[in-house]
């Protein structure tokens, strides 16, 4: 029997919420210079962080539950997390990996139409619809914002549907690493940077739509082509950014 609220979908020993911040909390938030947060006003800003609630997650947590009402959208300021669609078999197909800056659930509909699980410890901001409605009227530049975002996951479903159509498995790969690369540095990518990957090789390889066997195969060959260098702690050095884009357009 499906649950009657969001909140009671979310294991509740694990799912910790703080307080409301003060409006000195998003002045000060680490994801302050990225998505929504970016192009706001400080007073803009004030208005959102006194309708916010700080959660922590640990790893494996679901909190957004596929199908279920949607009362609230989600910006992630830690940690990573996987969005995924259920199959009819009972199986998930992982869609997208969400980290630091995200705003999740923007989509103007009555359920969610996709899942939520934490990859590792995180934490996210959690925003009333009913609340951000009502501050939307005394300051519109949110709602504007707030569509652009959701537009934005418009433009990144529609390149996954590209990446699983038309390219070839090394270009998939690199995609992916330079998508990852574009997400933490922007277009400004420094010399040889280092990726924080804490996915496992299956949902990279369910998001890719290739085999774990290939993802692993593929990943081998970009280190003896020198253009990828593997560290502890889930990181990967990119030794050659350059050679990566180029390997990630697609050949038509």
Known sequence: ?????????????????????????????????????????????????LI????KLSSAQIFIE????ARYFYNVTS??????????DGRRQITGFAGPGHFLGLAAVKTYGFGA?????????????ADFARITQQYPNLERRLLAEASHELVIANDQMLLLGRKTARERVASFLLGRLEEDFG????????????????????????????VSRTLSWMRKENMILSGRDHSITIMAPDRLEALAQLTL
Not at 52 to 55: A, L
Not at 66 to 69: N, Q, R, V
Not at 79 to 88: A, F
């Open 117 to 129: 699980e934490t990859i590792e410890a995180s934490r996210v901001c959690r925003f009333s619809r």
């Open 79 to 88: 940690g990573m997390v996987k969005l995924y669609r259920s199959l009819p």
């Open 187 to 214: 277009r400004v990518i420094p010399e040889m940077p280092q990726l924080h990957l804490p996915m496992i090789r299956n949902d990279i390889a369910d998001f890719l739509g290739l085999t774990v066997e290939t």
């Open 1 to 49: 029997m499906r649950m009657q609220t969001e909140a009671l979908q979310i294991r509740p020993r694990r799912y910790i919420l703080s307080e409301r911040p003060d409006t000195s909390a998003c002045q000060m938030c680490e994801v302050r210079g990225r998505g929504l947060c970016s192009t706001l006003s400080d007073t803009e800003l004030d208005a959102l962080a």
């Open 52 to 55: 916010s609630e700080r959660v």
């Open 66 to 69: 596929e199908d279920a009402p």
